[in-house]
């Protein structure tokens, strides 16, 4: 046991350039959670001549998050993902798609790293991994108001905070809190989204 760790060791201790190869698996992870939507409506989108305030509430749903790593880094790394409802709600609806980046915390790799070098291949992977994200993109918005159902497109910015835990060659548990602020043409919103799910190597 000694011998490996100190083989580790060693070999974190060359320099970069003398091994052929190193590639960082890309990941997909496949997520089940919830989408709180706060929203109110701005005063533009009144209608009806008795309607004088604007209409406010939330959207809750049980939803499923599928992302997709397709730029994994040693410090942060680039991802896509969408976020869709997996039960019907009659009183409404999210659905989000969303680019964004990982940044980790007191790690030298945010995923599996494989070094490879003259037919010899070491690959390293951390067991904890807590990160923070940033991310943008779309949500398109299904609500009900005292007068009708409704629909908005919305431009969203969030921030996450998240922990991965490694429990095989292949998988890890993957959780996540966040929270964003989305900008429509008839609403405006606050998102709260916490998700659990299992994240796949691609290797």
């Given amino acids: 046991m000694h011998f490996i760790s100190f083989s580790i060791f060693l070999f974190l201790l060359l320099p970069s350039s003398l091994w052929a190869g190193e590639k960082i698996e890309e990941e997909i992870s496949y997520n089940i959670g919830m989408v709180n939507a706060s929203f109110v409506e701005n005063q533009t989108s009144l209608t009806g001549k008795n309607v004088t305030t604007p209409a406010s509430g939330s959207v809750s749903s049980i939803s499923g998050q599928m992302s997709y790593k397709f ?3 040693l410090s942060n790394s680039y991802y896509f993902n969408g976020t869709f409802p997996l039960l019907p709600n009659p009183q409404g609806s999210y659905f989000g798609a969303h680019i ?5 915390f007191g790690t030298s790799s945010g995923s599996k790293v494989n070094y490879i070098n003259s037919g ?10 807590y990160f ?4 943008g993109g779309l949500g398109y918005l299904v609500y009900e108001t005292l007068t009708a159902k409704k629909s908005d497109l919305l431009l969203d910015i969030g921030a996450n905070l998240g922990l991965l835990y490694s429990i095989s060659a292949k998988w890890r548990l993957r959780a996540t809190a966040g929270v964003a602020r989305g900008t429509g ?8 989204k916490p998700f659990v799910g299992l994240v796949f190597f691609m290797d």
């Fill in 185 to 192: 043409v008839a609403t405006t919103t606050l998102e709260i």
């Fill in 120 to 129: 010899t291949s070491i690959k390293l992977k951390p067991k904890n991994l």
């Fill in 100 to 104: 964004g980046s990982e940044f980790y």
């Fill in 71 to 73: 730029a994994p880094g």
């Fill in 132 to 135: 923070w994200s940033l991310e």
